[in-house]
């Protein structure tokens, strides 16, 4: 059986299992999505929202890309933070990175020329590692390199984030957490706790990648 007609399988069971444990499930489900928060994560099969925070059907409203960027000039993650922040009205908006990320390995290595569309994608990541080439130069492997370049993004992205104005200016602007996914354990690990505050200090490097950085579960 081929992956496609397995997961049609594996629907019908899933969607039973859920109905016997919770009768009103699909129903309330059916009525309206009212998710608290605006997850932006990695494209990554490995890094599925839902899965690594025992979320349910409702409970984010997701938008995931590779990489895990955010740009006022997209209109795509714009779109879906106007739609989270004015009409879903959220509380929390989370850009969660991973370590391991292939888009951000990719920006530190040559730019293949046959994926123009990622080359233009991860331009900005390509700009940040030259920004912090000296602090990554001195990183003792790739693997370390790329790591930390994932969370010096993830910390850039909420910035970006917090400077819109449709943060901003909200009503009730969201609170914009950094957090990182390890794929080794499993665990997150918060770079950013949602204090904008905080995250200035974090961009300094001071914290970010530390044994002082907040570690905490999701
Ligand atoms: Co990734």
Not at 164 to 184: C, K, M, N, Q, Y
Not at 185 to 209: F, P, Y
């Amino acid at each position: 059986m081929n992956r496609p007609k397995r997961m049609l399988v594996e629907n019908v069971g899933w969607a039973a299992e859920v109905a016997a444990s919770d009768p009103d499930f699909f129903e309330t489900l059916a009525q309206g999505q009212s998710p608290t928060v605006l997850w932006l994560g990695c494209s990554d099969s490995r890094v599925p929202a839902e899965t690594i925070t025992h979320s349910k059907p409702g409970d984010l409203f997701v938008h995931r890309n590779i990489a895990n960027l955010f740009s006022p000039d997209d209109d795509n993650t714009m779109s879906v933070l106007e739609y989270a922040v004015n009409v879903l009205k959220v509380d929390d908006v989370i850009v969660c990175g991973h370590y391991g990320c292939g888009g951000v390995r990719a920006s530190l290595l040559p730019l293949s020329d046959a994926l123009p569309h990622v080359n233009r994608r991860i331009a900005p990541l390509c700009a940040l590692a030259h920004t912090h080439s000296s602090e990554l130069d001195a990183l003792g492997t790739m693997d370390s390199r790329i790591d930390r370049l994932a969370e010096l993004s993830v910390l850039e992205q909420v910035k970006a984030l917090r400077d819109t104005s449709i943060v901003r200016d909200a009503e009730r602007p969201p609170r914009v957490h950094g957090w990182i996914f390890g794929l080794h354990d499993g665990r997150i690990k918060v770079l950013s706790s949602g204090d904008a505050a905080e995250t200035a200090v974090d961009s300094e490097g001071q914290a970010a990648g530390s044994s002082n950085a907040a570690s905490k579960a999701a």
